[in-house]
Antibody
Framework: EVQLVESGGGLVKPGGSLRVSCEAS????????MNWVRQAPGKGLEWLSS????????YYADSVKGRFTISRDNAKNSVFLQMSSLRAEDTAIYYC????????????WGRGALVTVSS | DIVLTQSPATLSVSPGERATLSCRAS??????VAWYQQKPGQAPRLLIY???TRAPDISPRFSASGSGTEFTLTISSLQSEDFAVYYC??????????FGQGTKLEIK
């Protein structure tokens, strides 16, 4: 059974940093591009970042480029999102999602990790 | 960047009736559109990919069509568990991997 489990969410002060993690099971994660999507309270879905199966290719939304860094450790079937210079508007649930093949629709999602940026 | 516009923002339909949700792209995207369902407190779930192909284990009450710039998700014979927020997504021509703003399907 495919599972994605996020961890590392929490409360952080504006300007601070936080790393959220996503542990995959039930499949070989190195075969898939992985993604981070967030959802601010009461708002829609916002794609943030993608990383190829090898970890070589990385892509970011303009809203987080230069502040967030995606990475992965295929030996641990894990993907990470390092977030820095956090702002109140980064408060959201952060979801990890698997992209199917080269097409790229998101076939599995984790339950999300809540990140709250507040003083 | 291509923009996806979903309409209506909120749709009120009675159980047992049919709901039709729309997603319009700002330029042609072939058939590279997916639809997701999100219930309160849950992660999104893939319903449709390739504009019209149901994902595994998705009820046949969910159907979708479209190509180019106009896409439609239809839910027939609405059941209580279908009332949720629905998002379309363009999954090629990225980055960014664009989502529509969502349509909330509520009980009338």
């Amino acid at each position: 059974e495919v599972q994605l489990v996020e961890s590392g969410g929490g409360l952080v002060k504006p300007g601070g940093s936080l790393r959220v993690s996503c542990e995959a099971s039930g499949f070989n994660s190195s075969d898939y591009s992985m993604n981070w999507v967030r959802q601010a309270p009461g708002k829609g879905l916002e794609w943030l970042s993608s990383i190829s199966g090898s970890g070589i290719y990385k892509y970011y939304a303009d809203s987080v480029k230069g502040r967030f860094t995606i990475s992965r450790d295929n030996a641990k079937n894990s993907v990470f999102l390092q977030m820095s210079s956090l702002r109140a508007e980064d408060t959201a649930i952060y979801y990890c999602a698997r992209a199917w093949g080269s097409a790229g629709y998101f076939d599995y999602w984790g339950r999300g990790a809540l990140v709250t940026v507040s003083s | 960047d291509i923009v996806l516009t979903q309409s209506p923002a909120t749709l009120s339909v009675s159980p047992g009736e049919r709901a039709t949700l729309s997603c319009r792209a700002s330029q042609s995207v072939s058939r590279d559109v997916a639809w997701y369902q999100q219930k309160p407190g849950q992660a999104p779930r893939l319903l449709i990919y390739g504009a019209s192909t149901r994902a595994p284990d998705i009820s046949p009450r969910f159907s979708a069509s479209g190509s180019g710039t106009e896409f439609t998700l239809t839910i027939s014979s609405l059941q209580s568990e279908d009332f949720a927020v629905y998002y379309c997504q363009l999954y090629t021509n990225w980055p960014p991997r664009t989502f529509g703003q969502g349509t909330k399907l509520e009980i009338k």
